[in-house]
């Protein structure tokens, strides 16, 4: 949908809000479905239960590729460049894609793989990665993705609790000029992983692995069987809407990672309602998302909405600093990318590298850019506009969270008006209210509150995965009747939302999501660690630093050593993307007298703001307060 003035999408809103299931149906209608809907939508936020488009059949895939063939078969769905910028990039048409997806699945129903098993793809950026997901739909298998950064008990816990059969990875990946070695991680991984009968291995970069006989196969081995057996057709398998389509794990405040679960029919409109939207995409336009497939973003924004939009989706495996912080301008240059959506972390990281990487830079063919993840700081935000927009470009900063689908408040490109470090307003469809400590609406304008939605959206979670009752905990018990987002949020004067960042023990690092009792876990398998407290802290760069506080008696007096073992045991159980900034040593931690840790006092000293620690009297032993203050890194 095409909205074409602020007036326009005042009208579209009020509409949306007044008869939603009217508004979905009509963008529900612009795509392709076995079977319409018998019902719109059934909703009650007290179980959950939520059901989009009830009673009807569809497979996303035949919207994002089948539908385009007569039409688009021969445009560039899929840009790919590679993280050596002298190896040669690759161009996947439409057709191209469709009958890769195609040949694809048939080698994950050759290898056993049904509607329904859940399977674990842990890869590099390469097209290969957007084709298995698209195989995993095509035959109704749901894909659970998992980062290339997390470790290998981080893979297990995920394939353990989604009871994966099958593994997709790849010998290794090339990130800047590291190599990281995919497949052995699946290895260490899958001993505790029973399960699992099947990994197929895609070749990248050439390391060495080990293949066990009757468990793992090369994908390219398998693609030429299939070849044989004249396999670039494959029936796409009819899903009802409410079938599932993938799980992605999220960390929220307390325990293990939660699978968050999306369903085929009220995802696909979502995303792709919404790439249209924001982005307010044109057909000649080439759209570069920087992020990775293995978080919502790539999903949403990488993947599914583009396609099913019929976008040029450029996808790039390595990372903005390499081998220069010019890389993400050459890539620009190189194909002319129209729009730009990137993470304010690395907006600030390549600003901080001056003007120089952006000489002889043509930056001229960029007409929009997107933020996402994080609050923007408006110093970033200035830069991003001024210097890669140079002042042309409007910038929607979306906000929304791998449970929402897709984008939930942000600017429309070119519509709405931009305010540098607001998210905007709310998207089509989205009712957003904030909320006192006691859960009471806060009404009016100029007011701040925690955020939640009061309404049902087509992209939303239905549930996390094997536990229901955790998602009605997490998202639905907090405030009756309410969605609760996590997140503290002002709305101005005039109604524009902006997000002020998480009020729960969730930490928001480089744009990562990562729970701080993960961490502490993490710490405390650490042979000489007691009890740890983490609380995140302004870092520069990365938006939020980690900041841990250890309590570690017998540590053999290499302070410096004990640090580097407790990041290394990090790394081991969550992955490198959760390791300490800054470990701080202290004889306790501060707890009242019930046992509680009083994080916000940590919290403070983590900001370096010791001033004004509040009422610190209800501690068990006020005197560790001193200690931790005067030992602040
Ligand atoms: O705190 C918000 C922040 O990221 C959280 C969601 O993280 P995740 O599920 O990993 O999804 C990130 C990509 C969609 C939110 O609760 N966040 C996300 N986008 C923004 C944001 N904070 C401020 N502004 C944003 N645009």
Known sequence: MKITSFDHYKDVYKHSIE??????????????????????????????????????????????????????????????????????????????????????????????????????????????????LLACARIGAIHSVVFGGFSAQSIADRIQDAECNIVITSDGSFRGNKEVPLKSIIDDALVRCP????????????????????????????????????????????????????????????GKPKGVVHTCGGYMVYTGFTFDTTFQYQPEEIYFCTADIGWITGHSYIVYGPLSQGA???????????????????????????????????????????DDPLKQKDLSSLTKLGSVGEPINEEAWHWFDEKIGHGNCPIVDT??????????????????????????????????????????????NGVSGNLCIKFPWPGMLRTTYGDHERCRQTYFATYPDL??????????????????????????????????AEV????????????????????????????????????????ELTRKDIMMTVARIIGAIAKPDKIQFVTGLPKTRSGKIMRRILRKIAEGDTSNLGDISTLLDPAVVEEIKAGAL
């Not at 149906?25 to 612009?30: K, L, N, Q, R, S």
């Not at 689908?405 to 490109?413: K, L």
């Not at 709305?491 to 990562?512: A, F, K, P, Q, W």
């Open 520 to 559: 502490e876990n993490a710490i405390n398998m650490h042979s000489t660690v007691v009890e740890s407290a983490v609380v995140g802290y302004p870092h520069d760069i990365k938006g939020q630093g980690v900041y841990a506080f250890v309590v570690c008696p017998n540590q053999h007096g290499d302070d």
């Open 483 to 516: 969605y609760f987002t996590g997140d503290g949020c002002l709305r101005d004067d005039e109604g524009y939302y902006r997000i002020t960042g998480r009020v729960d023990d969730v930490l928001n690092v480089s744009g990562h999501r990562i729970g701080t």
């Open 19 to 132: 008869q939603p299931e009217e508004f979905w149906a009509g963008i529900a209608d612009t795509f392709v479905w076995r079977k319409k809907w018998d019902k719109v939508l059934n909703w009650n936020f007290k179980e959950p239960n939520i059901k989009w488009f009830e009673g009807a059949k569809l497979n996303i895939t035949e919207s994002c590729l089948d539908r385009h063939l007569d039409t688009i078969g021969d445009k560039a769905a899929i840009i790919w460049e590679p993280n050596d910028p002298s190896e040669d990039h690759r161009i996947i048409t439409y057709r191209q894609l469709y009958e890769k997806v195609c040949q694809f699945a048939n080698v994950l129903k050759n290898n056993g793989a049904k509607k329904g098993d859940r399977i674990c793809i842990y890869m590099p950026m390469v097209p290969e990665l957007a084709i298995a």
């Open 399 to 444: 906000w929304w969270q791998t449970e929402n689908g897709g984008h939930m408040i942000s600017a429309i490109a070119g519509v709405t008006p931009l305010k540098p470090s607001y998210a905007g307003l709310p998207l089509p469809g989205v009712q957003p209210v904030l909320v006192d400590e006691k859960g009471a609406i806060i009404e009016g």
């Open 312 to 354: 040029t989706s450029l996808m790039f495996e390595g990372i903005p600093t390499y081998p220069s912080p010019g890389r993400l301008w050459d890539i620009v240059d190189k194909y002319k990318v129209n729009i730009l959506y990137t993470a304010p972390t690395a907006i600030r990281s390549l600003m901080s590298f001056g």
């Open 195 to 254: 399960s699992v009968k099947r990994v197929i291995v895609l070749t990248r970069t050439r390391t060495p692995v080990a293949m066990i006989k009757g468990r793992d196969v090369w994908w390219e081995d398998e693609i030429r069987k299939v070849e044989t057996q004249g396999g670039k057709v494959c029936e796409a398998e009819e899903m009802d809407a409410e079938d599932m389509l993938f799980i992605l794990y999220t960390s929220g405040s307390t």
